[in-house]
């Protein structure tokens, strides 16, 4: 009988103590703001805009490479000597950087896309340096000027050849960058799988200029 009744004063000592713990708890939210749950609060990830994440996470001296890149690409001035003189030794972070400038913009951009590889060309180094030439080099091919997605008159005559090389610009820099890479790394891997890539892609002629190189490699 006399643990009984110990039991039964234990269970209300707990009892009494969880109250007081909610109680306190509880007093700390006003009874004026009442909380309003948000569906999926917790699994809705923050969405910063392109231009707030390299502020946020880019080094000072990436931030300063993308800049320059803005203000060569926007006076349009492919002489800028800044081409030559800042953008040599680039590190990983920068070539990110400029990677995800390419990617803004669209695929009728060919003097901006182009001028980013360009820059990622002259400083080949890495499996991703090579990764992301691939990807240039199998893009779909692009039509025409105005729109990429839609043929615009025939590009086999004569008088439109320089439309058929503009229309290929970054793939052209891409190989051009890599027959440069291969006179300092003859038969590197890397390199010539970008090649092989671009041989087999449908932008017909960086894939014959691929195959040439291909054919006849650098000494």
């Known amino acids: 009988m006399k643990n009984l009744s110990l039991a039964v004063l234990m269970i209300a000592l707990s009892g009494a103590f969880l109250w007081g713990l909610w109680t306190r708890k509880s ?44 203000q060569i690409l926007k006076s349009k001035n ?9 953008f040599n030794h680039l590190s990983s972070e920068s070539k990110q950087a400029l990677e995800r400038e390419y990617s803004k913009f669209p695929p009728e951009a060919k003097n901006e896309r182009g001028t980013v590889v360009f820059l990622i060309g002259k400083n080949l180094a890495t499996q991703e340096d090579f990764d992301f030439l691939t990807s240039v080099v199998k893009e779909n091919p692009c039509l025409s000027l105005a729109d990429c997605s839609h043929k615009d008159g025939d590009l086999s005559s004569h008088d439109n050849n320089g439309v058929a090389v503009t229309l290929e610009y970054s793939q052209i820099v891409a190989i051009k960058a890599l027959e440069k890479y291969m006179t300092t790394h003859p038969n590197d891997s890397k390199a010539l799988d970008v090649l092989h890539a671009a041989e087999h892609s449908n932008n017909h002629i960086a894939s014959h200029m691929a195959h040439a190189l291909v054919s006849n490699p650098v000494l």
């Open 27 to 70: 007093s700390r939210i006003p009874s004026s703001a009442p909380i309003k749950p948000t569906p999926n609060a917790i699994l809705q990830p923050r969405q910063i805009p392109a231009a707030q994440k390299l502020t946020q996470l880019a080094t000072p001296p990436v931030r300063q490479k993308v800049e320059i890149l803005r």
């Open 78 to 86: 492919d002489n800028d000597p800044r081409l030559d003189t800042e």
